[in-house]
C-alpha cells in the first residue's frame, strides 16, 4: 500500500477529525483535514495527492451526501475513494451512502480495525 498518498477528513466536529488522525497518524497514514465539505471541496481541488476521503455525512450547509455528488460529477474527483462516516448508522443508511456514491461506510464510534481494512482496500 501506498502511504504516501493522505487522507483527508471531513467533518464539521473537530473532536472527530482529533481522534481519526491520532489514530491514522498512528498507523503512518497522512491525514488533513476540513470542517466543512466546502473547504474540503476546495483543498480536493488544490492537492492532488489526497489518496481517499473520509466523509462525515451529516454536516451543516452541505452534507456529505451533497459533496459526494459534487466529487463523483467532477472529472478530476470522481475516482478518488470516499468513505462515508455517518452517526446516524440506521436500517437503510449504508445503502442510502452507497447509492450517494460512497465507496465504503463505517458508522461511528468509528472502529478501527474496519476502517483500516476498507482504507487498505481503497488507497492502491
Do not use: W
Amino acid at each position: 500500500m501506498n502511504n504516501e498518498k493522505e487522507i483527508l477528513i471531513i467533518d464539521d466536529d473537530s473532536k472527530n477529525i482529533f481522534a481519526l488522525s491520532a489514530v491514522l497518524k498512528a498507523k503512518k497514514f497522512q491525514c488533513i483535514s476540513a470542517l466543512s465539505a466546502h473547504q474540503g471541496l476546495k483543498m480536493l481541488s488544490s492537492n492532488k495527492n489526497v489518496g481517499v476521503v473520509l466523509m462525515d455525512m451529516m454536516m451543516p450547509e452541505m452534507d456529505g451526501y451533497e459533496a459526494i455528488e459534487k466529487m463523483k460529477s467532477d472529472h478530476q474527483l470522481k475516482n478518488i475513494p470516499v468513505i462515508a462516516i455517518t452517526a446516524q448508522a440506521m436500517t437503510g443508511d449504508r445503502e442510502k451512502c452507497m447509492e450517494a456514491g460512497a465507496d465504503g461506510y463505517i458508522s461511528k464510534p468509528v472502529d478501527v480495525d474496519e476502517l483500516l481494512l476498507l482504507l487498505n482496500q481503497l488507497i492502491d
